[in-house]
């Protein structure tokens, strides 16, 4: 399983963009970049998940340079709703049933 | 769509007792299910991974005989907290494996534990 890092905390200004980086340098050729996003006793939320180049949702982007071995979340205008901890994972494949491993997370506080 | 629930949100118990949490899995049918715990300030640590029809797999230092899991059908997991003490309370989240191709896991909204 490859390992990720993420900065420990981040603090933004509402109706900034966002962007948190993540490094997972193991990355396998068959992992997938999963992001979550977790409010305090709540389960996490999915966000968006790439394999490589750029995804884009009605939330979020998430970016993936040639080599895969980072990835970067952009959170476009954010609001004091988007306080919460934020989670890149990197695994998956088409087969078995491949668990998923937390890191740390960043944890981004939007400031009024 | 992939939507996950568990029942109860939120549980007190006396140490000593056992406490059963469900995991359904809503609007699609889930071969796989996993376990987690989280304590305060932590991240989510993986206790299990649970298979329909099979035995499930429990992550190092996680007491098969204390935490029961039961997956009896493609959309129903339980996890038995048994003769629970003060060191178990904990949040409780299970997630469902969406299906092959991409190991996308959606979560259940928790379940917060206290032994008292």
């Known amino acids: 399983l490859a390992k990720t890092t993420q900065p420990i905390s981040m603090d933004s200004y509402e109706g900034q963009e966002v962007n948190i980086t993540c490094s997972h340098n193991?990355?396998?050729?068959?992992?997938?970049i999963t992001w979550y996003q977790q409010f305090p006793s709540q389960g996490p939320r999915f966000i968006i998940q790439?394999?490589?180049t750029k995804v884009t949702n009605e939330v979020a982007s998430l970016f993936i340079p040639a080599d895969r071995k980072s990835s970067t979340l952009s959170l476009p205008r954010v609001s004091l709703s988007d306080t919460a901890v934020y989670y890149c994972?990197?695994?998956?494949?088409?087969?078995?049933?491949?668990?998923?491993?937390f890191g740390t997370g960043t944890r981004l506080t939007i400031i009024p | 769509g992939a939507v996950v629930s568990q029942h109860p949100s939120w549980v007190i118990c006396k140490s000593g007792t056992s406490v059963k949490i469900e995991c359904r899995s809503l609007?699609?049918?889930?071969?796989?299910m996993f376990w987690y715990r989280q304590f305060p300030k932590q991240s989510l640590m993986l206790m299990a991974t649970?298979?329909?029809?099979?035995?499930?797999?429990?992550e190092q230092g996680v007491e098969k005989d204390k935490f029961l899991i039961n997956h009896a059908s493609l959309t129903l997991s339980t996890l038995t907290v048994t003769s629970a003490h003060p060191e178990d309370s904990s949040f409780y989240i299970c997630?469902?494996?969406?299906?092959?191709?991409?190991?996308?896991?959606?979560f259940g909204p928790g379940t917060r534990l206290t032994v008292l």
């Open positions: 994972l990197v695994g998956g494949s088409n087969f078995g049933n491949e668990k998923l491993t």
């Open positions: 609007d699609f049918q889930a071969t796989t």
């Open positions: 649970s298979n329909e029809g099979s035995k499930a797999t429990y």
């Open positions: 997630s469902a494996r969406l299906g092959l191709g991409t190991d996308t896991q959606y």
């Open positions: 790439g394999y490589k």
């Open positions: 193991n990355i396998a050729t068959n992992d997938y």
